[in-house]
């Protein structure tokens, strides 16, 4: 049994490799990841993981993991910046407030799909201008959903979260093992 990542994410190999999972290959995903007129964080962090995961080929004995991670202000999706502008706007908006990360990951072996979807409420401090100018002239923003990664610098702008660290860096790893072993794939071997 082959396990296909379907995702270009460093930070989801690092992830794995911390369970001691190594995939046999690495596949991204090409897909517009657009959400739909209306839609909602949660079911759109879903939709993206499963989208992903159908869109790599693969054997039919073969695994395909995918996550999606999307940071939610309320009803708002706050994707990936586009710009340092873009970037600014959203850790502002996120400054003195709790926001949630949700990751939903989807595993998919032929036509049969496992998936989880973890939501992580997150408290990020206000930032000075020193703090974001800092931030941004580092450069981590950039493909990051609401424009930071809390392995980070930005770590310390977090000082309470609730839920799965791991699934804010974008890949939770309770849930995936679980999914893993649900499929059969040999998590732990002696």
């Excluded at 490799?17 to 949660?42: K, W």
């Excluded at 609401?146 to 770590?155: D, F, R, S």
Aim: proline share 5%.
């Amino acid at each position: 049994m082959r396990l296909i990542l379907g995702s270009a994410s460093p930070r989801r190999r690092d992830l794995l490799a911390q369970i001691g999972v190594v995939p046999d290959a690495v596949h991204p995903a090409y897909i517009d990841e657009s959400p739909a007129r209306g839609e909602l964080p949660r079911p759109y962090c879903a939709r993206m993981a499963r989208e992903k995961a159908e869109a790599v080929a693969a054997d039919d004995g073969d695994l395909v993991l995918s996550a999606d991670t999307t940071v939610a202000m309320g009803r708002r999706i706050l994707g990936k910046p586009d710009d340092a502008g873009e970037a600014a706007a959203y850790l502002t908006a996120l400054g003195g407030r709790r926001h949630r990360v949700i990751t939903a990951v989807a595993l998919r072996r032929g036509a049969r799909l496992w998936q989880r979807e973890v939501v992580t409420a997150v408290k990020m401090k206000r930032l000075s201008d020193a703090e974001l100018n800092a931030y941004l002239d580092s450069g981590e923003w950039q493909g990051k959903a609401g424009g930071y990664g809390a392995q980070g610098l930005a770590g310390a702008f977090i000082p309470w979260l609730s839920g799965s660290f791991s699934g804010v860096v974008g890949l939770p790893l309770a849930e995936t093992a679980t999914l893993l072993q649900a499929a059969g794939y040999p998590l732990y071997r002696a």
